[in-house]
């Protein structure tokens, strides 16, 4: 993809930026307690992952890359916050996310992860040109911390929140670190994140017509004895 | 005339065996019509798989390619004399033997009747197929066609617990066997094996010596967990009695020796260039495994479980022949290597027939005198007369008596050793008279245990109260086949050696001295020359005369008093010497093997049970650290989908970070 000197002199910081923004997000979720803020976090990393999109699509002019953007943003950044939250209420949990680790423990190990991704990163950033420098890194962290996330919450709907995080930061590598992916992929991997998102729907109301409550604790039980 | 090659002939055979299978399951409902009708057509075929391996054994190698489940994966069949040699003894095996199930399996119900009509010609089918498979891919499918349908074979009476228990060990051995078969034909066919790994692919494979080791060591385990080796041979004990006597027949006297088949093919076809070590190897274990077969056969209270081992024992005699051919082979003795590999060969048809014989008399026995338990049994000689002739028989042959076929192929194997000092190496040609030893020890505890069978069972008084009924005519034919072939082999020995020589010359590029006349010359004629006939002639008349002699001075008027009690005024048919008191002084020699168990009830009677020592000693504590090993496995279950996800989340950490 060529992109134009012009392009290259206010775009490429303005990619950057929204990277950082991405992992900075990222952090947020980590950090984050409450529940409705994680799914308004999740929403707003949705619109930096459309931002990015639509940047793309401008500096490199491909037309698919804008029908990309505008679903991401239509996805990610609306609807499924917009039922996250329709669920919360009808479920009707609420209050804090119990962590299974505290938050400042997380957060260190989250950097280290940064570092981690970065240093797996470099290889790659070595062989790319010097316009997605340091694009893949983000990403891959991104999805570690959204890992992590997932990993030291125990309400099933911050499980979903981190999955869809995951997935935020595989399109970013994705867009940012190849300059737009053939559509047909986005749309599988789209649609992909929509069918986990259902079933993952359909388990809370499993779960929680089972335990009465949406502790993953409660799964514990269910295991051979 | 319609010219009719091998392959079709085979093939054809094994097709009308999968037709009468499925007509048997049909026609089960009309138990007496469809014995009558299934089972004679179908040895017919069995002859005419027969017919066919003779005619392989002269017939230039075929070929045929069918297409596959994929397009890279074809079906894919072939004759050459090695198959042929072994379709001989598996139709004419199954010939006399499926004329046996004719009169054996009329007793049975209905539904049991299809199923094991269906069954019976599945395993005998899967047995045809393993002969002339000619790619990896086929072979593998026929030789679990055969494992399955034997194991449902053996689970006939499944409604016993022991039942249920042997054919769940058979199948777990079986399924070990056939993983290392698989994994031994990756190695050997390389790349061919995404096509299936065709054989022709297989001839002479270019391994390093470690890999053809590997690939040695791989089959080898594979076959010997079919051919029931030590210590894979834990099922066999258990599966063949378990089994209905045809099928325990067909099991121990040809589906043994489709192992020993595989072992052929690959190690003398495709590895060719053998190590040094592997003939040792083998021999130690066959030695090892005859040994401990023969030990725990004489020891045996049931008739039918005395016979597994003794399957055991005569596996192992094969092993050591083999090992031997192939010992000489690595040296480059070819014409020695022919002599062993005749022995392995002729001991394998031989075991077949006679193995067969004792396994259909021991279910004449059961359904005569409704047990094969020893010490229920006694005097069948008078209730069973022709029962007990075949049997007869068969023990002479399999004790290796001349002038009948045990004792031909015991000869060549010992004329083998004998032989052995010409190998180059000084500590092998050392060694192996020791071996010899071992062999001979062997076979001398087999008539050991041959007598106690034939002598606790057939001779002495009933011992139960039951009148033993004589076997029907069927049943009374075969087993009349049987034993004309094990006299047959016996005193005709060239004739089955002359027909060894295309097998042998596709093995090891060399031959058996041709056989003239009624002699057998295993080396040279001033060398260990042997013929049966008039052996037999010579034996017979000196027997006749001092009969006659004795008869005629002593024997006029004939009178009939009871035997001498030894001036005890008591007789009962319990004073009889029991099956385990007559193995009593093996009982005192090996008691650390045994691990015998004494055990006295409130009636004062004595039982003794016999331990098996590899299943207490290696499978229980291997069966143990399985389960504790997946106890140790369950501690990752710990129901938290945190601790899940941390897993998997490691795992990628670590993937990440090791392949950069």
């Given at each position: 993809?060529?992109?134009?000197?012009?392009?290259?002199?206010?775009?490429?910081?303005?990619?950057?930026?929204?990277?950082?923004?991405?992992l900075?997000?990222?952090?947020?979720?980590l950090?984050?307690?409450?529940?409705?803020?994680?799914?308004?976090?999740?929403?707003?990393?949705?619109?930096v992952?459309?931002?990015g999109?639509a940047?793309?699509?401008?500096?490199?002019?491909?037309?698919?890359?804008?029908?990309?953007?505008?679903?991401?943003?239509?996805?990610?950044?609306?609807?499924?916050?917009t039922?996250?939250?329709?669920?919360?209420?009808?479920?009707?949990?609420?209050?804090?996310?119990?962590?299974?680790?505290?938050?400042?423990?997380?957060?260190?190990?989250?950097?280290?992860?940064?570092?981690?991704?970065f240093?797996?990163?470099a290889?790659i950033?070595?062989?790319?040109?010097?316009v997605t420098?340091?694009?893949?890194?983000?990403?891959?962290?991104?999805?570690?911390?959204a890992?992590?996330?997932?990993?030291?919450?125990?309400?099933a709907?911050?499980?979903?929140?981190?999955?869809?995080?995951?997935?935020?930061?595989?399109?970013?590598?994705?867009?940012?670190?190849?300059?737009?992916?053939?559509?047909?992929?986005?749309?599988?991997?789209?649609?992909?994140?929509?069918?986990?998102?259902?079933?993952?729907?359909?388990?809370?109301?499993?779960?929680?017509?089972?335990?009465?409550?949406?502790?993953?604790?409660?799964?514990?039980?269910?295991?051979e004895? | 005339?319609?010219?009719?090659?091998p392959?079709?002939?085979?093939?054809?055979?094994?097709?009308?065996?999968?037709?009468?299978?499925?007509?048997?399951?049909?026609?089960?409902?009309?138990?007496?019509?469809?014995?009558?009708?299934?089972?004679?057509?179908?040895?017919?075929?069995?002859?005419?798989?027969?017919?066919?391996?003779?005619?392989?054994?002269t017939?230039?190698?075929?070929?045929?390619?069918l297409?596959?489940?994929?397009?890279?994966l074809?079906?894919?069949?072939?004759?050459?004399?090695?198959?042929g040699?072994?379709?001989?003894?598996?139709?004419?095996?199954?010939f006399?033997?499926?004329?046996?199930?004719?009169?054996?399996?009329?007793?049975?119900?209905?539904?049991?009747?299809r199923?094991?009509?269906?069954?019976?010609?599945?395993?005998?089918?899967?047995?045809?197929?393993?002969?002339?498979?000619?790619?990896?891919?086929?072979?593998?499918?026929?030789?679990?066609?055969?494992?399955?349908?034997?194991?449902?074979?053996?689970?006939?009476e499944?409604e016993?617990?022991?039942?249920?228990?042997?054919?769940?060990?058979?199948?777990?051995?079986?399924?070990?066997g056939?993983?290392?078969?698989?994994?031994?034909?990756?190695?050997?066919?390389?790349a061919?094996i995404?096509?299936g790994?065709?054989?022709?692919?297989?001839?002479?494979?270019?391994?390093?010596?470690?890999?053809?080791?590997?690939?040695?060591?791989?089959?080898?385990?594979?076959?010997?967990a079919?051919?029931?080796?030590?210590?894979?041979?834990?099922?066999?004990?258990?599966?063949?009695?378990?089994?209905?006597?045809?099928?325990?027949?067909?099991?121990?006297?040809?589906?043994?020796q489709?192992?020993?088949y595989?072992?052929?093919?690959?190690?003398?076809?495709?590895?060719?260039?053998?190590?040094?070590?592997?003939?040792?190897?083998?021999?130690?274990?066959?030695?090892a495994?005859?040994?401990?077969?023969?030990l725990?056969?004489?020891?045996q209270?049931?008739?039918?479980?005395?016979?597994?081992?003794?399957?055991?024992?005569?596996?192992?005699?094969?092993?050591?022949?083999?090992?031997?051919?192939?010992?000489?082979?690595?040296?480059g003795?070819?014409?020695?290597?022919?002599?062993?590999?005749?022995?392995?060969?002729?001991?394998?048809?031989?075991?077949?027939?006679?193995?067969?014989?004792l396994?259909?008399g021991?279910?004449?026995?059961?359904?005569?005198?409704?047990?094969?338990?020893?010490?229920?049994?006694?005097?069948?000689?008078?209730?069973?007369?022709?029962t007990?002739?075949?049997?007869?028989?068969g023990?002479?042959?399999?004790?290796?008596?001349?002038?009948l076929?045990?004792?031909?192929?015991?000869?060549?194997?010992?004329?083998?050793?004998?032989?052995?000092?010409?190998?180059?190496?000084?500590?092998?040609?050392?060694?192996?008279?020791?071996?010899?030893?071992?062999?001979?020890?062997?076979?001398?505890?087999?008539?050991?245990?041959?007598?106690k069978?034939?002598?606790?069972?057939?001779?002495?008084?009933?011992?139960?109260?039951?009148?033993?009924?004589?076997?029907?005519?069927?049943?009374?034919?075969?087993?009349?086949?049987?034993?004309?072939?094990?006299?047959?082999?016996?005193l005709?020995?060239?004739?089955?050696l002359?027909l060894?020589?295309?097998?042998?010359?596709?093995?090891?590029?060399?031959?058996?001295?041709?056989q003239?006349?009624?002699?057998?010359?295993?080396?040279?004629?001033?060398?260990?020359?042997?013929?049966?006939?008039?052996?037999?002639?010579?034996?017979?008349?000196?027997?006749?005369?001092?009969?006659?002699?004795?008869?005629?001075?002593?024997?006029?008027?004939?009178?009939?008093?009871?035997?001498?009690?030894?001036?005890?005024?008591?007789?009962?048919?319990?004073?009889?010497?029991?099956?385990?008191?007559?193995a009593?002084?093996?009982?005192?020699?090996?008691?650390?093997?045994?691990?015998?168990?004494?055990?006295?009830?409130?009636?004062?009677?004595?039982?003794?049970?016999?331990?098996?020592?590899?299943?207490?000693?290696?499978?229980?504590?291997?069966?143990?650290?399985?389960?504790?090993?997946?106890?140790?496995?369950?501690?990752?279950?710990?129901?938290?989908?945190t601790?899940?996800?941390?897993?998997?989340?490691?795992?990628?950490?670590?993937?990440?970070?090791?392949?950069?």
């Amino acid at each position: 993809m060529t992109i134009t000197a012009q392009g290259l002199a206010w775009g490429i910081p303005l990619l950057r930026l929204l990277a950082a923004l991405l992992l900075l997000l990222a952090f947020a979720m980590l950090a984050q307690r409450r529940l409705l803020t994680l799914i308004h976090l999740l929403a707003w990393q949705g619109v930096v992952l459309a931002a990015g999109t639509a940047l793309v699509a401008l500096l490199t002019g491909q037309t698919e890359l804008w029908f990309s953007a505008a679903l991401t943003l239509g996805l990610k950044a609306i609807l499924i916050p917009t039922v996250l939250h329709r669920l919360l209420r009808r479920l009707q949990v609420h209050g804090d996310v119990e962590a299974v680790l505290n938050i400042p423990l997380t957060l260190l190990a989250g950097i280290a992860l940064v570092i981690f991704a970065f240093s797996l990163a470099a290889p790659i950033t070595a062989l790319t040109g010097p316009v997605t420098r340091g694009m893949v890194g983000i990403a891959l962290a991104a999805v570690l911390l959204a890992f992590l996330m997932m990993i030291t919450r125990r309400k099933a709907i911050s499980q979903v929140v981190g999955f869809l995080a995951i997935d935020n930061g595989l399109f970013f590598a994705a867009t940012s670190a190849t300059l737009g992916m053939p559509m047909i992929v986005e749309l599988g991997v789209a649609l992909d994140a929509l069918i986990g998102f259902v079933i993952l729907g359909v388990f809370f109301f499993q779960i929680r017509e089972t335990f009465d409550s949406m502790d993953l604790q409660n799964l514990e039980h269910i295991r051979e004895e | 005339m319609i010219s009719c090659l091998p392959l079709d002939l085979a093939t054809g055979a094994l097709l009308l065996w999968l037709g009468l299978g499925l007509l048997g399951f049909l026609l089960g409902g009309w138990p007496t019509a469809a014995c009558r009708l299934i089972f004679p057509l179908s040895s017919v075929v069995a002859l005419l798989l027969a017919v066919s391996g003779f005619s392989a054994l002269t017939a230039p190698p075929d070929q045929l390619q069918l297409r596959g489940p994929l397009p890279a994966l074809p079906w894919s069949f072939q004759i050459d004399p090695l198959s042929g040699f072994f379709l001989i003894l598996l139709g004419l095996l199954a010939f006399a033997v499926t004329l046996f199930a004719t009169g054996y399996f009329r007793a049975l119900s209905r539904p049991a009747l299809r199923r094991l009509m269906l069954q019976y010609h599945t395993f005998l089918l899967g047995m045809g197929l393993v002969l002339l498979a000619a790619n990896a891919f086929t072979f593998l499918v026929a030789w679990e066609i055969m494992a399955l349908a034997s194991y449902f074979l053996v689970v006939t009476e499944h409604e016993e617990a022991g039942s249920r228990h042997a054919g769940f060990l058979y199948l777990l051995i079986a399924h070990l066997g056939a993983l290392a078969i698989l994994l031994g034909f990756v190695l050997l066919a390389g790349a061919a094996i995404a096509q299936g790994g065709p054989f022709s692919a297989m001839l002479h494979a270019p391994l390093d010596p470690f890999w053809a080791s590997a690939a040695f060591l791989l089959t080898f385990f594979g076959f010997s967990a079919k051919a029931g080796l030590l210590p894979l041979h834990i099922w066999l004990p258990d599966a063949h009695p378990a089994a209905p006597a045809p099928v325990s027949a067909l099991m121990s006297g040809a589906m043994l020796q489709m192992a020993f088949y595989g072992m052929l093919r690959v190690d003398f076809l495709f590895l060719g260039k053998l190590a040094t070590w592997w003939g040792p190897f083998v021999l130690g274990v066959g030695l090892a495994t005859a040994l401990f077969g023969v030990l725990f056969a004489a020891v045996q209270t049931d008739m039918k479980r005395l016979l597994a081992y003794s399957s055991i024992e005569n596996m192992g005699l094969i092993m050591v022949a083999f090992g031997l051919a192939l010992i000489f082979r690595a040296h480059g003795l070819g014409a020695l290597a022919a002599l062993a590999l005749a022995a392995a060969l002729y001991h394998a048809l031989n075991h077949a027939f006679f193995k067969g014989l004792l396994f259909l008399g021991s279910g004449s026995v059961l359904h005569g005198a409704g047990s094969v338990s020893m010490d229920r049994l006694g005097g069948l000689i008078r209730q069973m007369p022709q029962t007990a002739f075949f049997m007869l028989l068969g023990t002479l042959a399999i004790a290796g008596l001349p002038p009948l076929n045990g004792f031909v192929s015991e000869w060549l194997l010992l004329q083998a050793f004998l032989l052995s000092p010409a190998l180059p190496q000084s500590t092998l040609s050392a060694v192996l008279p020791l071996a010899a030893s071992g062999v001979v020890l062997a076979v001398a505890l087999a008539a050991y245990a041959m007598v106690k069978f034939y002598g606790i069972a057939f001779l002495g008084q009933a011992r139960g109260a039951r009148h033993a009924h004589e076997a029907g005519r069927w049943e009374r034919s075969a087993m009349a086949l049987l034993s004309v072939a094990c006299i047959f082999l016996g005193l005709f020995p060239g004739v089955l050696l002359n027909l060894l020589h295309p097998v042998l010359q596709e093995m090891l590029g060399q031959g058996f001295a041709v056989q003239q006349g009624l002699w057998l010359t295993p080396v040279s004629a001033q060398r260990a020359s042997y013929s049966p006939a008039i052996f037999f002639l010579g034996m017979a008349t000196a027997l006749g005369l001092s009969f006659l002699l004795i008869w005629s001075f002593f024997g006029r008027p004939l009178r009939r008093v009871p035997a001498w009690a030894c001036g005890f005024p008591v007789r009962t048919p319990a004073m009889q010497d029991s099956s385990l008191g007559f193995a009593q002084p093996l009982l005192r020699i090996f008691a650390p093997l045994y691990q015998a168990e004494r055990e006295v009830d409130g009636a004062g009677r004595w039982r003794m049970r016999i331990g098996e020592p590899l299943y207490r000693g290696f499978y229980q504590p291997l069966s143990l650290l399985a389960l504790w090993l997946s106890a140790q496995v369950l501690r990752l279950q710990q129901g938290r989908i945190t601790l899940y996800l941390l897993y998997s989340f490691l795992t990628l950490l670590i993937l990440l970070a090791v392949w950069r």
